[in-house]
Nanobody, 120 residues
Framework: QVQLVESGGGLVQAGGALRLSCAAS????????MGWYRQAPGKQRELVAG??????NYADSVKGRFTISRDNAKNTVYLQMNSLKPEDTAVYYC???????????????WGQGTQVTVSS
């Protein structure tokens, strides 16, 4: 069984910073891609940032403020969030696309979510 455990959310004032972490554990053969999504009340879940190998991609709304990185040895992905805005308030979810056995299919896993609240 695979688990994604997030940490690092919380309450911060506008202009502040937070760092989210997500560690994948369990029966993992390899991880293809990892990423962060967020969902604000009344809105659809959206991609914030993703990383595959050395390639990263970001939502336009966070470019220049957020940085995604990954520690392959620890199966962990990070999201450094700077210059936070009230509109960044949401539940942030970690996502991983991974293989549990060699040559098997990729599966999509989600973390339980961590709340990020930015006050004005």
């Amino acid at each position: 069984q695979v688990q994604l455990v997030e940490s690092g959310g919380g309450l911060v004032q506008a202009g502040g910073a937070l760092r989210l972490s997500c560690a994948a554990s369990g029966s993992i053969f390899s991880i293809d891609a990892m990423g962060w999504y967020r969902q604000a009340p009344g809105k659809q879940r959206e991609l914030v940032a993703g990383i595959t190998g050395a390639t990263t991609n970001y939502a336009d709304s966070v470019k220049g403020r957020f940085t995604i990185s990954r520690d392959n040895a620890k199966n962990t992905v990070y999201l450094q969030m700077n210059s936070l805005k009230p509109e960044d308030t949401a539940v942030y979810y970690c996502n991983a696309v991974l293989m549990v056995v060699a040559g098997g299919p990729n599966y999509n896993y989600w973390g339980q979510g961590t709340q990020v609240t930015v006050s004005s």
